[in-house]
């Protein structure tokens, strides 16, 4: 199928990537002309028009930025994208299925971002377009290895045409693909995002404790992560989590929950420690320099 990307940073050009490696044609785009230089040297299809990859394009992935400014979300990029597809779609009068791979609290593609597409296309949600949520789940580190091997696929349809469009792409890769509605697949990629984080936190406890009562707390975590109900990730404490994705992602779900009048008393515990263990590792790295010794927290 023919495929455009729309935001060519880690996660567009891993899924785009990706999807020419399952035989798709893919075109990239974005507004940051030295991803797409870097993207046009290594030999892909590029370019810096968006209604060129609109024309082109069967279905486009969004993968542009949806930063936590202040400890909540800012949409006001991926609203501007949304604008200026459906501009495009208007102008070329085809059916292309919009599939959003931004991080978005549930409710947003269906009651923001839908309607924007509606309002500046001057079509109909299902009949002039589809949409779909599709969540990404890729680590920094190995992006396109991690697409291409899946334990997962979530598609979140507002139809079931635009369904069966994501199913048609994903349909050379061998996992569970799980087909729901827009607000669902929003509140997966959340719900898994802020367990790791949950995760590192509490094994973050388990550590400072270990360290507290003196007892080596490798072996423990080694010997929890044999049980395969709760696995190796995440169970090495020492370090807060950082990156592009948990944190913020943590503190926009906290205010998004506020925002729906319920207290999310974990999630805001979980911050608590991430935070702790971010000045214990300031701390003890500091003494280390002063005392010239070996830092105690991992990097």
């Keep these: 199928m023919k495929i455009g990307i729309i935001g060519s940073?880690?996660?567009?050009?891993?899924?785009?990537?990706?999807?020419?490696?399952?035989?798709?044609?893919?075109?990239?785009?974005?507004?940051?002309?030295?991803?797409?230089?870097?993207?046009?040297?290594?030999?892909?299809?590029t370019n810096n028009i968006l209604d060129d990859v609109i024309d082109f394009a069967d279905t486009v992935f969004v993968s542009v930025p949806t930063p936590t400014v202040g400890q909540k979300i800012d949409l006001k990029i991926i609203i501007d994208c949304s604008k200026s597809i459906a501009k495009a779609i208007k102008r070329f009068g085809k059916y292309v299925v919009v599939t959003y791979r931004s991080t978005i609290p549930p409710q947003t593609s269906r009651t923001i971002l839908l309607p924007v597409l509606e309002k500046f296309s001057g079509l109909n949600a299902g009949i002039g377009f589809g949409v779909c949520m599709n969540p990404e789940f890729l680590r920094e580190k190995s992006p396109i290895q991690d697409f291409l091997n899946p334990n997962r696929i979530v598609i979140g349809a507002l139809d079931k045409r635009s369904a069966a469009t994501l199913q048609k792409i994903y349909s050379y890769f061998k996992c569970p693909v799980i087909v729901t509605d827009l607000d669902t697949a929003e509140m997966i990629k959340y719900t898994s995002n802020t367990f790791l984080a949950a995760k590192i936190s509490f094994f973050n406890e388990m550590y400072l404790m270990c360290r507290k009562l003196g007892l080596n707390e490798q072996i423990v975590s080694n010997a929890v992560a044999l049980d395969p109900r709760i696995g190796s990730y995440g169970v090495a404490g020492g370090s807060p989590f950082a990156g592009m994705c948990l944190p913020k992602d943590l503190q926009a779900f906290i205010h998004f929950a506020g925002t729906k009048g319920f207290n999310p008393v974990l999630l805001k515990a979980i911050s608590k420690v991430n935070k702790e263990m971010s000045q214990y590792c300031t701390l003890s790295s500091e003494r280390a320099v002063l005392l010239e010794l070996p830092t105690t927290c991992s990097s």
């Design 9 to 45: 940073g880690i996660v567009g050009q891993a899924t785009g990537i990706g999807l020419i490696a399952k035989g798709h044609q893919v075109k990239f785009y974005d507004i940051d002309e030295n991803k797409l230089l870097t993207l046009k040297n290594n030999g892909y299809d």
